[in-house]
């Protein structure tokens, strides 16, 4: 069976060879057919430029009727006069242009189809309610420091792409909640972002600066002006990504795991400007707490979250010189 990778990539290409025709006339659409979900299945766009996601369901239904709706996404289902399927189940997003939203939305529901081997309306709706939850979770999208945040990993999935090109995607973990934001092979990296002039560092949990047992360890620190009059915004950062080879469909579906709001893809309002960019070596005597760090080699019983913020100032002695930073990352 197909990864979801596969199947997002794969929708992206046929969407993409689908707006090569341009729009249709009013009151048509233009389609494409689904040939790897399993069941009929096809993409679709309108005059207008709006999306469909067509779902061949094993449904009798007998008439039209909404099963699902929320956030300018609605599903609704009909029966099939063509008799090619017994009713079509259709996923559209009016007013909602976003290209990353309809793929990552249709690449989920064909995977939950093709994994249950179903698609009855049930089926389609708990993978709505499930996709609504991963990407669509937060309705006011991310804060001015939790967007800084995403840039300063962005910046530094820049600085990997300007070595490695497309592949530098594949290293980014960070929006999966894992404890690093980027695994390297055997170099891992956390990025920590401040838009405030202090010297401390929140940390969040044992893990995020403990080295691994073979490789390395890197911390790298930006620090933004928030609200400047020039500098970089989610957007700049995106289409920067995007000239560097990354493949921007899937970079923003990763930005909208991490709580971006679809508007948010496209608003440039809110820039930042880089005033500082450091690398630490996270080495013995590096001021962290880790699991080492207790007699036990594990946290005392019933500690179960721990968050803890670190020096700058104390760390100066592992300070990496830019120069040897990039060449590690050239190395890769």
Known sequence: MKTRSEIFGELDREFGNLLTKGLPSPETFYFVDILFAGCPCMVSVNHSGANALWIGS???????????ESRGIEATQAPDASGRTRSWITIS???V?????????????????MESGASTSSTIKEALDEWKGLFLGRAEGLTLNE????????????????SVSA??????????????DFRCGNLL???KTSISHGNSLAINGLRQLARPPEGALLLRHFRLQAESPQGISLVTVIERLGHLGLDVVRLKECILRVGASPAQLSDASKVFRVMERRCYQVDAGFPCLTEASFTEGRAPAGVSSVKYTIDLGKCEPFILQESDYLSRIRNL
């Open 167 to 180: 592949r530098a995607l594949d290293f980014w973990q960070g929006f999966e909640g894992e404890s690093q």
């Open 97 to 113: 242009s976003e290209r990353a939203l309809f793929v990552s939305l249709s690449s989920y529901i064909c995977l939950k189809c």
């Open 58 to 68: 094993t449904d009798y239904v007998a008439g039209a009727r909404r099963i699902w």
């Open 147 to 162: 967007l800084a945040g995403l840039l300063g990993e962005l910046l530094t999935l820049q600085e990997l792409a300007e």
């Open 189 to 191: 990296i956390e990025t």
């Open 93 to 95: 997003l009016e007013g």
